[in-house]
């Protein structure tokens, strides 16, 4: 996936064509990157299962996300859309062959967050991490059947409008595609939280750092539900009312106070004993 979006950000370059007033291979390219995020993300998960248990749902999920990303790019080098695509009647079929892949990469990474839940775990901060980054995420891929339901990623304005540089997330109305972007990338941040607060651990007990992970875990999670409140509201991201500014206001200062609250309470360690 890191080759082929190598490959979209030359095409983005050389084929200026543009459908839905959007750069025709962007698209392409976010899900390449995405996708590849994703694939490594998933692989480091699974290398920390004992055996290969649950290697075949990460084969299902590979094969899936190839299948997904060929009929992106088919699709785009001909010049119409994938997604919500009914047109004619080859495109219907495209789009739920799509459909149907992606319930069975969400089944198939529900079934690996399931058998991580019930393993043992020397690193209860890490395991915290990742348990709940696959809970976030899943929740965030699940906006995604929100979109196939309303067969529009934007809510209030038709797709295709103004949009965001890059991401193309409308500048006009609400848009799903950013709660499904912030939720998936759960994955990622919250273990890498987890790997940051391991450098500090001289100075951090584990169960100061396991809170400080929960805490930011319930922020992360109230910030996805958030902004797919904001969107199902019609409500463009850069545009917030003022609900949407207290809702954010009150995510951002009960998440730093609770996170204050931990770090104010954990003991301070002795340094080291220097030796001569």
């Not at 951090?204 to 969107?231: C, F, H, K, P, S």
């Not at 463009?236 to 809702?247: E, G, K």
């Amino acid at each position: 996936m890191a080759a082929l979006a190598l490959v979209t950000a030359t095409l983005a370059v050389v084929d200026q064509r543009e459908l839905l007033g959007a750069p025709l291979w962007f698209k392409p390219l976010k899900f390449a990157i995405a996708i590849a995020l994703y694939g490594a993300t998933l692989a480091w998960i699974l290398s920390r299962l004992p055996g290969r248990a649950m290697w075949r749902a990460g084969w299902v999920i590979t094969a899936g996300a190839v299948l997904e990303m060929v009929i992106i790019v088919g699709q785009a080098a001909r010049g119409v859309r994938s997604h919500f695509n009914t047109d004619t009647p080859f495109d219907v079929a495209l789009y739920s062959i799509m459909g149907a892949v992606i319930v069975v990469v969400w089944l198939a990474t529900v079934s690996i967050a399931l058998r991580y839940l019930r393993e043992p775990v020397d690193d209860p901060v890490t395991a915290s991490a990742v348990r709940l980054g696959l809970a976030i995420g899943l929740a965030g891929m699940a906006v995604g059947f929100l979109m196939s339901a309303g067969d529009a990623h934007a809510v209030g304005v038709p797709d295709g409008g103004p949009g965001m540089v890059f991401t193309g997330w409308s500048t006009t109305g609400g848009d799903l595609r950013i709660g499904h972007f912030v939720g998936m990338h759960a994955l990622q941040v919250l273990p890498l939280l987890a790997a940051g607060l391991a450098a500090l651990s001289g100075r951090l007990d584990e169960a100061t750092r396991l809170r400080v992970v929960r805490i930011a875990a319930a922020g992360y999670a109230g910030l996805v539900a958030l902004v797919t409140w904001q969107a199902l509201r019609g409500q463009p991201l850069i545009a917030p009312d003022a609900v949407t500014l207290a809702a954010f206001a009150a995510l951002v200062l009960g998440t730093g106070g609770a996170l204050a609250a931990v770090l104010a309470r954990t003991p301070r360690r002795s340094p080291a004993p220097t030796t001569v």
